[in-house]
């Protein structure tokens, strides 16, 4: 029993250390970013718009968790490069900035900014590069200026306006269509941006480039197809929320479509998209296949 528990000791040691050694830097990073968190969580986040933060950082810590053998495979230990150093300081100025004029775009790009230099100061360069997926995923909680989102998103949904006022007119129901305005039976439903906006399309990308990362295809056909099929499909989606919508209202009244019905709604939209996501990936496998075929036979 003595002999066995000296043997596993050192074992035990270095991890205790690493441990002691990671302590610090992780209470400093909770003493500068739970303040920031807290903000976002019972602010921004908690609205319809951005209500896709929570869930991105999410995903992100999952990834990084999921590449964590990965990571340490390529660690280069007591190596501190000159970029971490440069990037930790970009973060804390950004940090800096934007917690003393309460800029939210600031506060998030800094919190990506100094995880990124941690693990390029106690990692090595290299295990940013294997991780650089989780980072560049962090990017779609930053929300955008709202003059770019204003611009972008009008047009937006006029589009998606006007594709539901044709689909609904075809399908024989009472409609009519001015601007963004959708009036049908006695009911009026006016486009928000939450339904139709630039968020809501970022968001959907996010689920795209997520889809993609986690399935790793070898197949460039089906990668870059269905790269550039997210954004029709993200329009699609929204149209379905829309539509989900103003049948909703139509059948059971303007407070069905406004309470409960409106959030079961925001389901049939990251529902929809998934689905056509998967649904294309499917067609792109099948082509991919008809392609390594002929390509063979050639």
């Keep these: 029993m003595n002999t066995s528990s000296r043997m596993n000791l050192p074992l035990a040691l270095p991890r ?11 209470i400093g990073l ?14 921004v986040w908690a609205t319809e718009e951005q209500a896709h933060g929570p ?7 999952w990834l990084l968790w999921r590449q964590r053998e990965q990571i340490v495979a390529v660690a280069q230990y007591n190596r501190a490069p000159l970029s971490g150093w440069i990037l930790l300081t970009t973060g804390l100025l950004l940090y800096i900035a934007g ?29 940013l590069a294997v991780a650089w997926f989780p980072f560049f995923f962090m990017l779609f909680m930053i929300p955008l200026p709202s003059a770019v989102v204003s611009a972008l998103t009008l047009p937006m949904k006029m589009a998606v ?7 609904l007119f075809w399908l024989n129901y ?26 809501t399309l970022l968001t959907l990308e996010a689920l795209g480039l997520f889809y993609l990362n986690l399935v790793r295809h070898t197949s ?21 929320r829309v539509l989900t919508l103003t049948l909703i209202t139509y059948y059971f009244g303007d407070a069905a479509g406004q309470g409960f019905l409106h959030g079961f709604a925001g389901m049939v939209l990251f529902v929809s998209a ?11 496998q099948w082509f991919a296949r008809r392609w390594e075929r002929r390509k063979v036979a050639i």
């Design 55 to 61: 869930i991105i950082l999410a995903l992100s810590l």
């Design 174 to 199: 009472p409609i009519a269509r001015s601007g963004v305005i959708l009036q049908i039976g006695q009911y009026q439903l006016l486009v928000a941006d939450a339904c139709a906006g630039l968020q």
């Design 99 to 127: 917690r003393s004029q309460q800029i939210l775009a600031f506060e998030i790009s800094s919190f990506i900014a100094v995880i990124a230099s941690v693990l390029v100061i106690k990692l090595g360069t290299r295990a």
């Design 30 to 43: 909770a003493v500068l970013y739970i303040p920031s968190f807290y903000t976002l969580f019972t602010g």
């Design 220 to 240: 460039a056909i089906r990668n870059i197809g269905l790269a550039i099929l997210i954004i029709p499909i993200s329009f699609t989606a929204n149209v379905m």
């Design 274 to 284: 998934l689905v056509l996501i998967l649904s294309l990936d499917s067609l792109l």
């Design 161 to 167: 306006s006007y594709v539901c006022e044709h689909i």
């Design 16 to 26: 205790r250390g690493q441990l002691l050694e990671w302590l610090p830097i992780a």
